[in-house]
């Protein structure tokens, strides 16, 4: 059963191409038409994809700069918090004491921004802490 057929206009051109195609590949022009607009509709379907796949990416790269800033925002309310806690902890500790208390509270801080962004400097100028 044959399928249902559309009728376009082609310019001479176009017509000419076509015909040229068939004659190399021993093909009626009508199939060399279809395998056309086949491949022209999966290409524009690819280049759809590819787009929409750039607004992903970019997307991403925001919720990457936004989330980097909160964690920031986040280390800098830690460090705060084991401050604090680390002064009322050590009030009546010796100086010796204390010292290794702070290091430990230094060493923690520095560990916990390597290990949540690549730059810690940078992610502080994207969230406004100087």
């Known amino acids: ?30 199939e060399v038409a279809r395998l056309l607009i086949e491949e022209a509709l999966a290409h524009r379907a690819e280049e759809m994809t590819a787009s929409q796949f750039q607004l992903v990416e970019n997307r991403m790269a925001y919720m990457e700069r936004r989330f980097s800033g909160w964690m920031v925002k986040l ?39 390597k290990t949540t962004h690549e730059d810690p400097n940078k992610a502080s100028k994207e969230a406004g802490i100087e």
């Not at 076509?18 to 004659?23: D, E, G, S, V």
């Not at 800098?76 to 918090?81: D, L, M, N, T």
């Open 75 to 113: 280390a800098r309310a830690i460090g705060e918090s084991l401050y604090y806690s680390e002064q009322m902890a050590t009030i009546d500790l010796k100086p010796k004491d204390k010292k290794m208390v702070q290091d430990a509270a230094a060493k923690y801080v520095r560990e916990f921004m």
């Open 1 to 30: 059963m044959p399928s249902p057929g559309i009728y376009v206009r082609l310019s001479p051109e176009l017509r000419a191409e076509i015909a040229r195609l068939a004659k190399s590949y021993r093909k009626p022009q009508a």
